[in-house]
């Protein structure tokens, strides 16, 4: 069975970090591409950032300088370290595991992040 379990989610006032988490089950995750989406009340949900299983990353233009995904292929974690976070970046956010070859795409439960004073 997989699993798509992410954590560090929460409330921050602008400007500050958060650092998400994602663990992986039932998949070889390391053949992977791993992704974090957002969806905000009222709009679709998009892709913030994704990274191959060769390590290539790519950003939205909205996060670029301010947000880093990486991945620990021996722990089957894929992080977004979220710094300077805007109230904009306010969505519950999604992990999402993508094997293109095979047609198998996952998705994690989700996690709030929330930017306010």
């Known amino acids: 069975q997989v699993q798509l379990v992410e954590s560090g989610g929460g409330l921050v006032q602008p400007g500050g970090s958060l650092r998400l988490s994602c663990a992986a089950s039932g998949i070889i995750f390391r053949f992977y591409v791993m992704g974090w989406y957002r969806q905000a009340p009222g709009k679709q949900r998009e892709l913030v950032a994704e990274i191959t299983s060769g390590g290539s990353t790519r950003y939205t233009d909205s996060v670029k300088g301010r947000f880093t995904i990486s991945r620990d292929n021996a722990k089957n974690t894929v992080y977004l370290q979220m710094n300077s976070l805007k109230p904009e970046d306010t969505a519950v956010y999604y992990c999402?595991?993508?094997?293109?070859?095979?047609?198998?795409?996952?998705w994690g439960q989700g996690t709030q992040v929330t930017v306010s004073s």
């Open positions: 999402n595991a993508d094997l293109l070859s095979v047609g198998n795409n996952y």
